[in-house]
């Protein structure tokens, strides 16, 4: 008799343990709204320092920011005022066009796979993140379904660039996207 509850104990105990380890190990599990508040309550120029912004645009670069009733902007260009990337903070009126613009994207690449669209991996998925390869533009999704705001990247792509400055665009604008996600822990 004393054993069995020394052994329910025992498995009780375990049980618990392993229920409170994300909790112990401090990893957040999913959606964070204090995360996603500090990224959206700061104009996209103050995400990083000069210096840091300097690495990561990998050139000299000016900084503009505009502000409107839909958005936050911050557009960072070179000095012969080529855009290098533009990053919006943009809001709808409600969470239910933000979760179907969402969906949708989601649903295409689920249907066709990557060809147009490209759901990027997050270390902490509280966020989906999802490249419109034509465009090079990066669409970051709050993971909560009451949200009506989202983050949008541009990289500005010019049609009659080479091959490889569209790549270089590329690489940058995900340079900047991994930045963001470890920032802010999405």
Not at 110 to 124: A, D, H, I, K, N
Request: proline letters at 4%.
């Amino acid at each position: 008799m004393l054993l069995r509850a020394l052994i329910i104990s025992t498995v009780i105990n375990t049980a618990l343990l392993c229920m409170s380890l994300p909790i112990l190990a401090g990893q957040p599990a999913g959606f964070n709204w204090d995360n996603w508040a500090r990224a959206l309550n700061e104009s996209p120029c103050n995400w990083f320092s000069d210096g840091q912004w300097q690495q990561l645009l990998g050139t000299d670069r000016h900084a503009t920011a505009s502000t409107s009733n839909s958005a936050t902007s911050c557009k960072f260009s070179n000095s012969a005022q080529t855009p290098l990337l533009t990053i919006s903070i943009r809001s709808q009126a409600n969470a239910t066009a933000i979760n179907a613009e969402r969906d949708a994207m989601l649903q295409q690449i689920s249907q066709y796979g990557s060809g147009r669209f490209e759901q990027l991996p997050t270390s902490q998925q509280a966020v989906s993140a999802i490249l419109r390869k034509d465009k090079l533009q990066l669409f970051i999704f709050a993971n909560n379904n009451n949200e009506t705001a989202f983050i949008l990247l541009s990289a500005h792509p010019v049609r009659t660039e080479s091959p490889q400055q569209k790549a270089q665009r590329k690489t940058r604008l995900l340079h900047v996207a991994e930045a963001i996600f470890s920032q802010f822990q999405f």
